[in-house]
């Protein structure tokens, strides 16, 4: 040994008992994961959701921690890349045995984490609106399900605004495509004949629209009151818009009512070409109220930025921590199974004065809004539900899914179904 | 503040519209009937729903009052608002809520009564149906206006909902009307209710009018008369008049196919003006020097975030802020261009896989960067009024300003490109550099200096390219990987080394992918021209214009 290593290995020897008692002098903290992309092309909108849950500790930790112990984030990041999602959620759950994971973004990513968490029985808060089909033991739904988003979205433009001929225009993939197997049977059933629906599909990141708006105009044109519903994901919204700013396409004439683009993906762009267009929400920013007040202004605290946009997703995870939080203290402990078990019937109130629920199938009731766009990228409210709607992991629309039911209280299963009397699931 | 009281404002609405908006406006009125005056009428405004509002605006209008159409634009325009201290409704004089004060007017007798601050005022909402509804009772107060493009958009907004009292009033304003265009809009609404009616001579007249214009609209209508009803027999009992509404409905269709054919070649060259814009940088880099640089798309990114610095820098000027953002573009690309090629590239010539590698290191470190100075959300990039909007060439065929103005600036830099090229010391040490660069050194050029040069050149296109981006996608930190590969499909295509080949291969793509995207659906669409283009480079490796001479046998 050289006399610098004999140096080392003293001051290890003597830093170690150290720092082993500054931290043993607290209690060990409740471990939170949150598994948001920050690079990649879905860091656009997943980063605020990481720094929600960031405040949303942070606040926790200001009035004492859960159960005594402080809360620690515990940050990674999947960078948008699907398999790298499960490799992550993996390191949480296993290396660094966090109590609870939110996290997701994307329908793949949530597929590509749902067996390690049921493998590992982790427990995963999913803060997005989706396009439903599932439930799993081991996963809280806090975003839409279709009957609570694209249901009341489509009811609204056939009552109020009497559409007649429907565009149903998406991105290409799992979410849009299952959302609009959902709303072509709606709509059939409806009494909608096939020639006056037509459905799109684009790829990710689609940037030329040209033809694509050309062809809703055209479609437009055959004398019925169209509208378009648009499931089309992320980038290629804004080229999207514009292109329908360009070529005229004014929210009067052909409505679009959008799923997936909130107040953040508006202060992306310039909002005047769109304004009136739709989109069908649980949250918006402009919707009144103390609690949504007192929201915003935290918000913007926190991230140092008074211009800051809250959108949907925001108040998912607002609602999902809330929940998680009365549960552990509930069960008094962080054991997945039992919060798990706390959980299903515990209320905390939602942003917009109303009450959120945490139903036995996973999912929780929301209230639905319909907002227009305005000039500054804020939302008017045009309509609303009357109460909350509870979600509905399984569509009663499409012909595999509406026998099934999903209940984890007194069923204990994800897909049970009611007229065979079988749960296919594994448990 | 001003949005939270709005918002406050708006809460009251929505709450009562809920149901309200299905009913008709007859049902409406039975809600608690306002005061009859003129001044209670435009203050029942402030807390009505959008179907209370509806039916109040039908009231203003019948009032007669010489005010009514002053307020009705007002409120379309976002203009009528409440003022917070006495809860009074105001028209102001601008919509602008970046103001920190407005001027109001008294919305009886439209007198100024001074300003008021921003925060104090909330607008009164509309919704789409209500703006509908007000702009068609505003075109028919402005069918008298001085102005005849004025003139000409209310007969147009007329023509959307027509009822008899448009008709009646488009009869009584067609006498006078001097200006063609609006008579023609005007002449084409009378035939349209002039069908609806009995005589049937007026009715074949109507028809052969009708058969000169293209709009859907009346395509619609005249397909009607030639429909079958569910039990097989006409619609339109009279034979004379399906026949000519039959020949109609042809000529019709013929002319809006022949102009959805321009319109496609159109959409195909517009799309290929990108391809090439974002191509003819990286075929100076990738073709003339042979450098493979994934970085091109980041430099690209960083034009379009010039642009942006350049509207923050300059917001009262928008419409200046393109042409600011062009050089601007350039000369930031082109240093970060030649900052790369100084530091890293130049160590790597001969090696293409090491300058891959390293450049697309290169391209993560910009997107990280762009990611940490402006965070990783979208930048809203506003599009000058002069570059929004159509060119109406006539019912079948508008050509959207932005994708005309792309064309043409492709054009432009490619013609730039080519005469630096060709026409100065640069072009000709440039080309002498890449056909034979020990010949060149020994003639006494600096290869180093011109190889930095040559770098710095294609970067700067690729940030001017960024600035056109800007105006039609995301400006954002993702922007170049999206088009890093199509730019190398056009390169490859054209022929490696070869400007022209860019220009051809571009636009060739652009016109195919907007041809076979209607038949087959964009995702499809995507797939054929990457396998097209796959099979084309087995059959000609050099792609369609291959370099050709002692140039080619060292590449």
């Known amino acids: 040994m050289t006399r610098r290593q004999v140096w080392l290995a003293a001051m290890c020897l003597f830093a170690a008992p150290l720092a082993y008692s500054f931290v043993g002098a607290q209690q060990p903290t409740i471990k939170v994961g949150i598994l948001h992309s920050l690079s990649g092309t879905m860091a656009i909108s997943e980063t605020t959701l990481k720094d929600t849950v960031l405040m949303m500790i942070d606040e926790q930790n200001k009035k004492g921690g859960l159960l005594g112990r402080k809360l620690e984030a515990v940050v990674v990041d999947p960078a948008s890349n699907w398999p790298l999602f499960a490799e992550k959620a993996q390191q949480l759950l296993e290396k660094d045995k966090v109590a609870v994971v939110f996290g997701c973004w994307t329908s793949v990513s949530r597929k590509s984490v749902l067996p390690v968490f049921e493998k590992d029985n982790g427990l995963l808060f999913y803060p997005v609106q989706y396009e439903g089909e599932e439930s799993s033991k081991n996963v809280i739904y806090t975003g839409a399900a279709p009957n609570q988003q694209a249901i009341p979205a489509v009811d609204y433009l056939m009552k109020d605004l009497a559409v007649k001929r429907w565009v149903l225009e998406g991105t290409d993939y799992v979410y849009p495509r299952t959302t609009n197997k959902i709303l072509e049977a709606y709509l059939l059933a409806k009494g909608v004949a096939p020639a006056d629906i037509s459905i799109n599909y684009t790829p990710f990141g689609h940037s030329d629209w040209q033809a694509r708006v050309a062809a809703i105009k055209k479609f437009g044109s055959a004398g019925k009151k169209t509208a378009v519903v648009s499931t089309i994901n992320g980038d290629a919204n804004v080229p999207f818009y514009k292109e329908l700013g360009n070529q005229k396409v004014s929210a009067e004439d052909i409505p679009v009512v959008a799923f997936s683009v909130g107040e953040e993906e508006l202060s992306g762009l310039d909002a005047k070409p769109l304004v009136g267009h739709l989109a069908a929400w649980n949250y918006f920013q402009s919707i009144p109220g103390a609690a949504n007040k007192a929201f915003i202004a935290k918000w913007q605290a926190y991230i140092k930025n008074p211009k800051r946009t809250t959108n949907d997703p925001m108040e998912a995870h607002y609602i999902g921590f809330n929940l998680w939080a009365q549960a552990v203290t509930k069960a008094g402990t962080t054991d997945v199974e039992k919060v798990l078990a706390a959980l299903p019937g515990l209320k905390t109130p939602n942003l917009t004065g109303g009450i959120a629920e945490l139903l036995p199938n996973h999912h929780i009731t929301k209230p639905v809004y319909i907002g227009e766009v305005r000039a500054d990228g804020q939302f008017d409210v045009v309509w609303k539900t009357p109460a909350t709607v509870p979600g509905d992991a399984w569509s009663d629309f499409l012909p595999g899914s509406k026998d099934l039911t999903a209940d984890w209280v007194t069923l204990k299963c994800g897909n049970y179904n009611t007229k065979t009397k079988v749960c296919s699931g594994t448990k | ?555």
């Not at chain 2, 104090?120 to 069918?143: H, M, S």
């Open chain 2, 1 to 555: 503040m001003a949005a939270l009281l709005a918002a406050v404002f708006l809460f009251a609405s929505p709450a009562a519209a809920q149901d309200a908006p299905a009913a008709a406006p007859a049902e409406a009125v039975s809600t608690p009937v306002p005061p009859a005056d003129f001044a209670g009428l435009v203050a029942s405004l402030r807390d009505a729903g959008f179907a209370d509002k509806e039916a109040i605006v039908e009231r203003l209008v019948a009032s007669g009052h010489a005010s009514a159409r002053v307020v009705l634009r007002a409120l379309l325009e976002d203009r009528l608002v409440v003022r917070a201290p006495d809860q009074g409704v105001f028209v102001a004089t601008s919509a602008d809520e970046t103001l920190p004060a407005a001027d109001l007017l008294d919305p009886v007798t439209l007198k100024p009564i001074g300003s008021s601050p921003r925060d104090a005022l909330t607008r009164i909402g509309t919704n789409n149906r209500l703006r509908r509804v007000l702009k068609g009772l505003v075109a028919r107060t402005e069918l008298a206006n001085a102005d005849p493009a004025v003139r000409l958009n209310a007969v147009t907004e007329l023509l959307r909902a027509p009822d008899a009292q448009t008709t009646a009033l488009l009869r009584e304003r067609i006498g006078t009307e001097y200006e063609t265009r609006v008579r023609r809009e005007m002449e084409t609404g009378l035939a349209m209710a002039d069908l609806d009616g009995g005589d049937k001579p007026a009715r074949l007249t109507a028809i052969q009018v009708l058969s000169h214009r293209l709009l859907p609209d009346v395509l619609n209508r005249l397909k009607a008369l030639v429909a079958k009803a569910p039990d097989g027999s006409f619609v339109e009992p009279d034979a004379d008049i399906r026949a000519a509404a039959a020949a109609a409905v042809d000529r019709i269709e013929q002319a809006r196919s022949i102009y959805s054919g321009a319109e496609t070649l159109f959409f195909g060259l517009g799309l290929g003006a990108v391809l090439v814009l974002v191509a003819i940088g990286l075929a100076i880099t990738f073709g003339v020097m042979g450098v493979i640089n994934m970085a091109h798309g980041e430099l690209m990114m960083l034009g379009a975030y010039t642009t942006y610095v350049v509207q923050t820098l300059m917001p009262n000027h928008i419409g200046w802020s393109i042409a600011v953002a062009i050089p601007a573009a350039f000369l930031v690309s082109g240093l970060t261009g030649v900052l790369i090629e100084r530091s890293i590239i130049r160590f790597l010539y001969g090696r293409p896989l090491e300058t891959l590698l390293a450049t697309f290191g290169v391209s993560l470190v910009l997107q990280q960067a762009v990611r940490s100075i402006f965070t990783a959300l979208n930048r809203s990039v506003a599009t000058p009024a002069w570059m929004s909007g159509t060119l109406q060439l006539n019912d079948a065929l508008s050509l959207t300003y932005n994708r005309l103005y792309i064309i043409a600036f492709t054009m432009i830099v490619f013609g730039l490109l080519l005469l630096v090229l060709r026409r100065t010391r640069l072009g000709l040490e440039i080309r002498a550099v890449s056909q034979n660069r020990a010949m060149a050194r020994a003639m006494g050029i600096r290869t180093a200096r011109v190889d930095a040069l040559t770098f710095g050149l294609g970067s700067g296109i690729a940030g001017m390219a960024g600035v056109a981006l800007s105006q039609l996608t995301n400006v954002g930190p993702n922007l170049g990987q999206a088009y890093i590969i199509d730019s190398f499909m056009v390169v490859v295509f054209g022929g490696v080394g070869n400007l022209w080949g860019a220009l051809i291969g571009g636009l060739t793509m652009g016109v195919i992918s907007n041809l076979l995207e209607p038949a087959v659906g964009a995702v499809l669409a995507k797939i054929v021209v990457l396998v097209a283009l796959i099979l084309f480079i087995q059959r000609r490796p050099r792609g369609l214009f291959p370099q050709t001479g002692r140039a080619a046998e060292q590449n």
